[in-house]
């Protein structure tokens, strides 16, 4: 092997090598917001799973009066009769 083409040898590896490089930190630069959102979604998911066994609950125990007092405000949007409202007029 001549020297000119031990040269054109190590100028293809090394371009190569830098082409590889560079297309490997572009998919890591991608794959960064990729996890975050994955991270969100899990955590919304594990919000939605939450609420959904609170709902279940709600709806297994509706003879609880606490669960009914919970539907009630909640739900409803509705107050005991000794409460007292303050409202900052935004609503």
């Known amino acids: 092997m001549t ?4 040269l054109f040898t190590i100028i293809i590896v ?3 090598t830098i082409m590889f490089g560079v297309q ?3 998919i890591w630069g991608l794959t960064i917001p ?3 959102g994955q991270q969100e979604d899990r955590q919304r998911v594990a919000e939605l799973q939450q609420k959904i066994a609170d709902l279940q609950y ?3 125990n509706t ?3 606490d669960v009914i007092k919970r539907i009630a405000e909640e ?3 509705l107050v005991s009769p000794d409460e007292i ?3 900052s007029g935004a609503d």
């Open 3 to 6: 020297k000119r083409s031990r």
């Open 75 to 77: 739900l409803l949007g």
């Open 34 to 36: 990729l996890n975050r």
């Open 14 to 16: 090394l371009v190569l």
């Open 58 to 60: 709600m709806l297994e």
């Open 85 to 87: 409202i303050i409202s």
């Open 24 to 26: 490997l930190y572009i």
């Open 63 to 65: 003879d609880d009066p």
